[in-house]
């Protein structure tokens, strides 16, 4: 009986073997199952000094299995996670790794995965790729869905991951997944913002020819694009597809057009659009904060800052509270356009109003107060924000550092400068370059070097423009020697310099007449794809200065070889010369040869050629020349009209009269 009882129990398939089997196994539990349970009894109870105590037994196994157990207590299992993650005897494995992220997603706490994917991808270089097999591969175990494909993307372009994003989506299409068209349009997104329009048309036609379904999310991405390329009317007519299509706009939809025909200038199309809104979305679409925010700053960039007032009062008459940003942008378009008690004024306001102006309002107060000389009201302005506990930024600083130069406070700029460094409020080169740009226009090379010193000294690393503002103020002050040499040091920390400081490197050679150098340098400006009119017109200007008239029109012909227009300046500082050495007949067709490539004359071609005709040639040809240029659509230049012109006009109706 006893050996029938026997062969019932060691059935392979018999409830009592099976039984026997799990009591042996808790009688004699392996060493890692002691662990786990501990770990899991502790973790509860978030005992995290006695779990301490049992890092050092820690395997990829074993938080595998807590992780597993916690799988409908999220927070928990996150959190033994990131105090895993913290241990420095401990790395992660790509497997523990998946399993917390499906974990995360499936109860849709997607801003923790999408940190820790983010953090893994980027910190410790798991490829996006990588991070993808491993989810395939414990998709089924960890019964995850869909949405952890989407995260994925998305954590790829949250970290700046363009390539991975994309690699990601079509590697899921050859594993026979997909991602949703919430993933495609995150993607397309990312592309806008870095505005890659091309590749955004390129891969929103491939997304359309696998089948998505495009969304209001989707329409809006592709409105978006059309409005970067300033195509309005297209915008528009897209507009109308999406009704066709059965989907309904939303507010985001106008926001976007009205916003980028305020940005064009086109205020007319914005005002039409803006006041059709209800009659176009069936009143289910009405302006809000936002759309009536981009009126506004529409016509605050106009200059008219009075009809920005009438759509103010409109908002607030349709029940729409202004926000900081509202305030924010009349203050502005007040104080560029010298109404400084204006601005003023809504400062106030919006205090009243339960709104506190931030530092976008007091920084743009301030800096146009200092553009107006108005030195005591951009003080009073910076005391009331101290007063209001709005703490100066960076940029307040450097608005008071450049403010305070320009309007002859000198000492007060490098008092404040130096406050600034003590309180360690100082991160970058900015302010250091406004404070040598202004050294080096006063001529003083010496106490901007010295500021660059003690720039170096505390740590901060000098920028390109700390260097160009430098070899700058050298070249102008007839110091080519210390120009080179700021340049060599520059080169030598590994500073790549750009065409603003090879252009001013060879204007200084240029009127040093080290016109081989100059020429030498433009060379080598122009291997590396570094020279515009600006490099050819300086060296042009330095050859005819220097007498050297074949060479300049030789450098003319190579502009106009290697394909860069000859601009205004350009035909000037050639028209002027030719009248120079008497060529006054070759200087008026050079003017017209300007005109007949589309550029009209100045008040610089204008005043040349009459200043130089006058001298030389009769009142008649003088006069036909002037007629002949403001017919063309120059603006003659009062002082030389008034000087030349007007005289020989007076002359000859006398000498008709007679």
């Known amino acids: 009986m006893f050996s029938a009882f026997c062969n019932c129990l060691y059935k392979s398939n018999s ?78 494995s790509l497997e523990s790794s998946c399993a917390i992220v499906h974990l995360l997603v499936n109860w849709r706490r997607f801003d923790d995965a999408l940190l820790l994917m983010g953090n893994l991808m980027s910190a410790n270089s798991v490829s996006p790729l990588e991070f993808l097999e491993g989810l395939l591969d414990s998709y089924e175990i960890c019964k995850a869905t869909p949405a952890v494909f989407d995260a994925l993307v998305r954590a790829c372009t949250q970290i700046g991951a363009t390539e991975g994003a994309y690699d990601v989506i079509q590697k899921l299409k050859v594993k026979g997944h997909s991602v949703s068209i919430h993933a495609w349009n995150n993607f397309l997104s990312h ?67 009205i916003n980028e025909a305020c940005q064009v200038g086109d205020l007319e199309f914005a005002l039409k659009l803006f006041r059709k809104m209800g009659v176009m979305s069936g009143d289910s679409v009405l302006p809000n904060s936002v759309t009536h925010n981009c009126i506004i700053n529409g016509f605050c960039k106009l200059g008219r800052v009075e009809f920005a007032e009438e759509i103010r009062y409109a908002m607030i008459k349709a029940g729409i ?145 700390t260097y160009g503002t430098l070899i700058d103020g050298y070249c102008k002050g007839g110091n080519i020697e210390g120009a080179v040499q700021v340049y060599e040091n520059m080169k030598k920390v590994e500073k790549k310099p750009n065409l603003v400081i090879y252009n001013s490197i060879i204007n200084g050679l240029c009127k040093d007449a ?62 002027n010369f030719l009248c120079k050495f008497g060529c006054y007949q070759q200087a008026r067709e050079l003017m017209k040869v300007m005109i007949l490539h589309g550029i009209i004359p100045d008040y610089v071609t204008y005043t040349t050629l009459v200043t130089r005709f006058s001298k030389n040639c009769s009142p008649e040809v003088v006069i036909e020349l002037h007629d002949d240029m403001v017919l063309s659509g120059v603006s003659p230049d009062n002082q030389t009209y008034n000087a030349i012109i007007s005289p020989l006009v007076g002359e000859k109706s006398a000498e008709d009269q007679v």
């Not at 009119?533 to 502009?559: D, H, Q, V, W």
Request: proline fraction near 2%; aromatic fraction near 10%; glycine fraction near 6%.
């Open 191 to 257: 592309l806008v913002k870095l505005n890659e329009i091309g590749r955004f048309w390129k891969l929103y036609k491939e997304m359309v020819s696998c089948g998505y379904v495009e969304n209001v999310n989707t329409f809006n991405l592709v409105i978006y694009a059309l409005c970067k390329e300033c195509k309005l009317e297209e915008a528009l007519s897209l507009y109308y597809r999406m009704l066709k299509s059965g989907i309904w706009p939303n507010v985001v939809c106008f926001n976007m057009i």
């Open 514 to 575: 080290s016109l081989d150098a100059a020429k030498s340098l433009l060379e080598a400006s122009q291997r590396i794809g570094l020279l515009d009119a600006i490099t050819y017109n300086t060296l042009i200007n330095g050859y005819f200065i220097n007498g050297k008239i074949a060479e300049a029109f030789a450098m003319f012909s190579e502009m106009r070889n290697v394909g860069i227009a000859v601009n205004k300046v350009g035909y000037n500082i050639l028209i």
């Open 321 to 465: 509270d202004c926000n900081v940003r509202t305030y924010a942008t009349l203050i502005d378009g007040y104080a560029r356009g010298g109404s400084s008690e204006e601005a003023l004024r809504l400062c106030d306001e919006m205090v009243k109003r339960g709104l506190m102006p931030n530092t976008v309002v007091y920084n743009s107060t301030i800096h146009w107060l200092f553009a107006e000389g108005d030195v005591e009201g951009a003080l009073f302005v910076l005391s009331d924000m101290i007063d209001k506990h709005i703490c100066p930024d960076q940029f307040t600083y450097s608005i008071l550092t450049k403010g305070l130069c320009r309007n002859g406070c000198v000492k007060q700029a490098f008092k404040l400068h130096n406050q600034v460094l003590e309180e360690h409020m100082v991160g970058d080169a900015y302010s250091y370059n406004i404070l040598i740009n202004y050294l080096c226009k006063s001529n003083n090379l010496a106490a901007a070097k010295q500021l660059l010193s003690s720039m170096i000294v505390r740590g901060l690393i000098p920028d390109i423009i």
């Open 15 to 92: 409830p009592l073997s099976r039984a026997f089997h799990v009591g042996k196994q808790f009688a004699n539990p392996s060493t890692e199952d002691i662990v786990f349970r501990a770990i899991c009894v502790n973790l509860r109870q978030r005992k995290w000094k006695i779990l301490e105590q049992m890092a050092p037994s820690l395997t990829n196994s074993l938080v595998n299995r807590v992780v597993s157990e916690f799988r409908k207590s999220p927070k928990l299992a996150l959190e033994f996670y990131t105090w895993v993650g913290e241990n420095n005897r401990f790395s992660h």
